[in-house]
């Protein structure tokens, strides 16, 4: 049996059980204790040094204006000064009502010091935060299980990786942004344009969730799921503590902050790392597959066919495939031009386990 036969075989086990499954848990353990995400944001920080009481493992920034020219230069424990590196933007937008302009970087800083940021001529509305996911107090440990199953697509739960639920919330207690929900029409494949071989993918997407929700202003991380090179999937946008994960107990799904002016009714799923000029790893390739295969049974979607998005929320329409890259709707290099080259044998293949 080759590797094309069992990859049909366990998505046609997926999507079958997916399809009038709810989550369940994969085991009984609890999800573990994590360390309590540190942060100092800062806003004008262009042109001089920021420092943190804590080791900087990552430095989100996020400005409006143009794409390239940045760079960030960071100083070590024992006060040495690095080299210029560019910035790589991640994706183009995110949250509705946000300019296609805006720019957003997170950049893995390796315990360091401090940092210092250079940015191109034009650029406006800095945004800068040292973060550590990695050193911080332990938080105490949650009751909620660490995996759940959808079907039979294990997952990472918000608990499992260590999600601060608070971060969610506004300081007099309000969310920050309420959950809505619309049927879904689409799914978008992003990478996150970050580090490739990521040896704490868990700490990164701690990291992701607190720019998204406190430096982005967003109220939560802007993906339904995230895969890392391994293949572990982790639930992203929060949805509610019942039904499936990024839908409510009705199927309807969440809206998330991925694909700005697109987002409401519209899935998406980003790749850790970035695939430019190499391809995902087997593991991440199998499991977005499987992912994708499941949530096509959900809403009884062909991930072959061509469909016309409407918006829910302002009747703005677009023409895409079922199963998208995020640069299908935005001017973004997301999801790296060797992974959007990849998408018309992935849509084949998650075909297939409807038809193998």
């Known amino acids: 049996m080759n590797r094309r036969t069992v990859l049909q075989a366990a998505g046609v086990a997926a999507a079958a059980g997916l399809a009038t499954a709810t989550a369940t848990p994969a085991s009984a353990a609890p999800a573990a204790r994590v360390p309590r995400t540190l942060a100092t944001p800062v806003s004008s920080t262009a042109g001089r040094t920021v420092r943190a009481d804590f080791p900087i493992e990552y430095v ?12 960030i230069r960071l100083l070590g ?7 210029w590196t560019a910035l790589q933007p991640m994706c183009a937008g995110g949250a509705d009502g946000d300019p296609t302009t805006r720019v957003g970087v ?7 010091a401090g940092y210092e940021l250079r940015l191109p001529d034009g650029a406006g509305d800095l945004r800068a935060t040292a ?6 107090p332990t938080a105490a440990a949650s009751s909620a299980p660490a995996t ?17 639920e608070s971060l969610r919330f506004k300081a007099d207690g309000s969310e920050n942004s309420p959950q809505t929900y619309y049927p879904a029409q689409t799914l978008t494949v992003h990478h996150t344009a970050g580090g490739n ?8 997407i701690r990291a992701y969730y607190h720019m998204h929700a406190i430096t982005n202003d967003w109220g939560d991380i802007g993906y339904h799921f995230l895969i890392d090179e391994a293949g572990r999937i982790y639930e992203g946008r929060y949805s509610g503590a019942d039904g499936l994960p990024a839908h409510d107990t009705s199927g309807k799904m969440v809206t998330a902050f991925h694909a700005a002016g697109y987002n409401s009714g519209n899935l998406g799923i980003a790749l850790l790392g970035t695939f430019s000029d190499q391809s995902t790893t087997a593991a991440a390739r199998d499991s977005l597959t499987l992912l994708l295969a ?12 061509n469909v016309t998005f409407v918006n829910p929320v302002n009747g703005v329409t677009r023409n895409v495939p079922m199963i998208s890259g995020h640069r299908d709707w935005l001017a973004t290099e997301c999801p ?9 044998a992935l849509r084949a293949d998650v075909a297939a386990v409807f038809s193998g």
Do not use: C, M
């Not at 424990?77 to 080299?83: H, Y």
């Open 106 to 112: 997170l950049v893995p800083a390796g315990g360091a």
């Open 60 to 71: 989100g920034v996020s400005w409006n204006g143009p794409r390239r020219g940045a760079g």
């Open 148 to 164: 759940r199953r959808i079907g039979r697509v294990e997952y990472v739960t918000r608990a499992g990786w260590g999600a601060d």
């Open 131 to 136: 973060v550590d996911t990695v050193n911080g």
């Open 294 to 305: 499941a949530l096509s049974a959900v809403h009884d979607f062909d991930p072959q066919a």
């Open 77 to 83: 424990q024992d006060g040495s000064r690095g080299k």
């Open 336 to 344: 790296g031009t060797t992974l959007y080259g990849e998408l018309p």
């Open 197 to 204: 071989g990521d040896p704490d993918p868990a700490a990164t």
